[in-house]
């Protein structure tokens, strides 16, 4: 049932994609994993490790990598778990309250700030400070919370946006098919052409909010938080224009009716069914697309992200976390560096358009090299090359409870129920509001 | 009966009472005394009184969630009670087929919620099949913002809750029917009452005390109503969430890491309560009109 698999993974993909969109080669030095954990003699026990739906499409490699390195320490058990990103939350709230989360818990930044905050993981400034150096310093830096010493999680893989889009759409449209839009004036206005061509059969773009729009502000230097990171600042005039912008594409019909709101989900199974023309995402939603639509993949052309004046670029981690409640913390945090070291991550790289989050994996010429010239190797390179200066732009705090208060402003004012100030305005207090409990 | 010991009764009664107690005297008790605190999903909390109450009063998305729900109770509940009555009346009759159509409105009630949600979103959609109707037929110009105008939202979750429970009240009346004596009916219509009477004046008053069960049971439903909402929007209670209800303001609240437990807790207790008044209402209406 390739399309079911390909929904799941599509729906995996689009949260795990707006949350880390990055992936990494864990490139560490130590490839045994054993070193790096404090402690001596061989590493024995069951290491519990849990992931965000990765089953079934990358089942063979998360157990080809397990069974590597039980090979390598034959004491050591690993039991995977794979969680489906549908009530991830509730689970990991449940075990963090009953203190029985795995030993290794795979989350993004965002999900894990929460418990991180709560002092539940390893400091891996310290724990893994042998591996720190290996890895891009941004990656290893979103696992930090703002006012805590130290970082909580090994950086395993990133991924950095790149805009897709259906070149079939573009030439009913009459736009160049060899110039994707690369600025958000740009986005908008391609988006307009697009939908005014398709006339109800097919629109332009798909404003998925819940994915974007906060990211979408940082790009274009909008301040998000302040210094301490308790007060939200996004409602400035630059923000206001910007959603004004929205309001009227809105309006103008440049995004399906409907789209106002759903979430990066709905915008991937709306590019996959050839709905819509562009398509800002992940790279690696061009391996979902290919399985689930391949005559769309075929149609597919991939540019560099859509960025700001300043070309502000966004990437996004996934980390490898360990419980200080972990009854075997050492072979724990073995098996998380090996998991995310140089070779395993290279070689995750090579399954899905993702990043390795170790710098040196990411100087392998698969990544600088247009290879057979494909578009998932166009992907790969440009995502490769935004990776260098990409930061995580989206700070911890906007976490799914601050991002559903602002959004719901959001779609108000795109409605024309709130101008674009006040909702704004409004979006902040209703952030600062639950940030602040 | 003397040779029994007092302790017999208890160990019949034990398995019921367990369950009971675990599922839901402990959690209720823990709900009440979380109300009082500032805990989080993930634990921790100090105890702060009635605050949690006080930020009740001045919340507007609590005070917009309960505007929805008691809308949802005044339109629902009417339509709950009478609209399987005059289904459950149709398929009363024993003629050949007639199994068949009585599966046929029963079927909502066994489908799975999640499953009546996607398709409901699918046929309300802008360009779902309703809209294609509609339009086809000249009716409206421009597709109807079911999915995305909060009060359209609503109707549909409404039309959705209906829709589901359809089958299951008209089997609760279907025995309730069979219930009334088939000597009272012959004995109106030899006195001259024609149909619409004999239903009025002798069906009526003897389904009475079902339809009070079948209000008091739509009620709860209502105040506690959520899926419809959740499945309809794909969790988003409409454009800035304006389509939200009790249950789901409680679960948008309190669940997920960082959650705020005792605040939902407080929101769930004014739940209780005004799902408690509501029924202790409905009974007593019914108690003084019956000694009325």
Redesign the interface.
Same mark, same amino acid.
């Given at each position: 049932m390739p399309s079911f698999r390909g929904l799941r993974l599509v729906a995996a993909v689009a949260v795990v994609g707006s949350l880390t969109t990055a992936c990494g080669l864990g490139g560490s030095s130590d490839e045994t994993g054993g070193s790096s954990a404090s402690g001596k003699g061989p590493l024995k026990g069951t290491v519990t490790f849990e992931t965000l739906q990765l089953k079934p499409t990358f089942t063979k490699y998360v157990e080809g990598v397990i069974g590597d390195f039980e090979k390598k320490n034959p004491g050591v058990k690993v039991k995977w778990i794979d969680i489906p990103f549908q009530g991830a939350? &509730?689970k990991?709230?449940a075990d963090? *309250?009953a203190g029985t989360l795995p030993d290794v818990v795979n989350l993004n930044p965002q999900?894990a700030q929460?418990?991180e905050n709560?002092g539940l993981f390893v400091d891996m400034d310290s724990a893994a400070a042998k591996i720190k150096g290996d890895y891009v310093p941004g990656a290893w830096k979103a696992f930090t919370v703002p006012g805590r010493p130290g970082s909580y999680g090994i950086p395993w893989y990133l991924t950095s946006e790149v805009t897709m889009y259906n070149k079939g759409l573009f030439k009913k449209a009459g736009l160049d098919t060899a110039k994707p839009p690369t600025t958000f004036d740009d986005l908008l206005a391609d988006g307009k052409a697009l939908s005014e061509a398709g006339k109800?059969s097919f629109y332009g773009i798909h404003p998925a909010l819940e994915n974007r729009f906060i990211t979408d502000l940082a790009k274009q230097g909008v301040p998000l938080l302040d210094a301490d990171g308790k007060k939200w600042t996004f409602n400035t005039p630059e923000a206001a224009a910007y959603l004004a912008k929205l309001v009227k594409a809105y309006k103008g019909g440049v995004y399906?009716?409907?789209s106002?709101?759903?979430?990066h989900s709905?915008e991937t199974e709306a590019y996959q069914a050839g709905n819509i023309g562009l398509f800002p995402s992940g790279p690696n939603f061009l391996t979902i697309i290919k399985q689930n639509a391949p005559k769309i993949a075929e149609a597919t052309g991939v540019g560099p992200q859509i960025t700001g004046p300043e070309g502000i670029t966004n990437m996004s981690v996934m980390g490898l976390l360990v419980p200080k409640a972990s009854k075997n913390q050492r072979a724990a945090l073995a098996f998380a560096s090996y998991m995310a070291n140089s070779k395993n991550q290279l070689a995750f790289s090579k399954i899905v358009t993702v990043l390795p989050s170790v710098s040196k994996a990411l100087e392998n010429p698969y990544f600088t090299a247009e290879g057979d010239g494909s578009v998932d190797a166009q992907a790969r390179r440009i995502s490769a090359e935004q990776i260098a200066k990409a930061q995580s732009l989206v700070p911890v705090q906007y976490?799914?409870?601050v991002k559903?208060a602002v959004l719901?402003?959001i779609?108000?004012a795109?409605?024309g129920?709130l101008g674009p100030k006040k909702a704004l305005d409004e979006a902040v207090a209703a952030a600062d509001a639950v940030t602040a409990? | 009966m003397t040779g029994r010991r007092w302790y017999v009764p208890w160990l019949f009664l034990a398995p019921a009472l367990a369950v009971a107690i675990t599922f839901f005297i402990v959690p209720f008790g823990n709900t009440a005394v979380l109300s009082l605190t500032?805990a989080?999903?993930?634990?921790?909390g100090h105890f702060t009184g009635l605050d949690n109450f006080r930020r009740l009063a001045h919340d507007d998305q609590f005070w917009l969630s309960l505007r929805n729900t008691a809308l949802y109770l005044v339109i629902v509940v009417p339509l709950v009670v009478t609209l399987p009555l005059l289904v459950a009346l149709l398929v009363q009759r024993r003629i050949a087929g007639i199994g068949f159509f009585r599966a046929v409105y029963y079927s909502p009630v066994v489908a799975s919620m999640v499953v009546a949600g996607l398709i409901w979103s699918w046929l309300l959609?802008?360009?779902g099949m309703v809209n294609s109707l509609l339009r086809g037929l000249h009716v409206v110009t421009e597709?109807i913002?079911f999915?995305?105008d909060a009060h359209w939202l609503l109707a549909g979750a409404m039309a959705m809750t209906v829709w589901k429970g359809l089958g299951y009240y008209m089997v609760i009346y279907l025995a309730a029917l069979a219930n009334v004596p088939r000597s009272l009916l012959e004995a109106a219509e030899v006195d001259g009452a024609g149909a619409v009477r004999r239903f009025w004046h002798v069906t009526v008053p003897l389904l009475r005390p079902t339809m009070i069960l079948v209000a008091t049971l739509a009620a709860i439903a209502c105040a506690k109503v959520f899926a419809e909402v959740y499945t309809l929007?794909?969790?988003?209670a409409?454009?800035?969430? &304006?389509a939200r209800t009790l249950v789901y303001t409680i679960r &948008?609240t309190g669940?997920?890491? *960082? *959650? &705020?437990a005792g605040?939902a807790s407080a929101m769930s207790l004014a739940l209780f309560v005004a799902t408690l008044g509501l029924s202790v209402l409905v009974t007593r209406l019914n108690s003084r009109e019956e000694q009325a």
């Open positions: 939350q &509730e990991l709230t963090a *309250g999900f929460p418990l709560k109800g399906p009716k409907d106002l709101t759903q979430d709905k976490d799914d409870r559903q719901a402003k779609q108000l795109l409605q129920k409990h | 500032d989080s999903t993930l634990g921790g959609s802008s360009d597709p913002p999915l995305t929007s794909g969790g988003s409409g454009p800035g969430g &304006e &948008e669940l997920g890491l *960082g *959650g &705020e605040y």
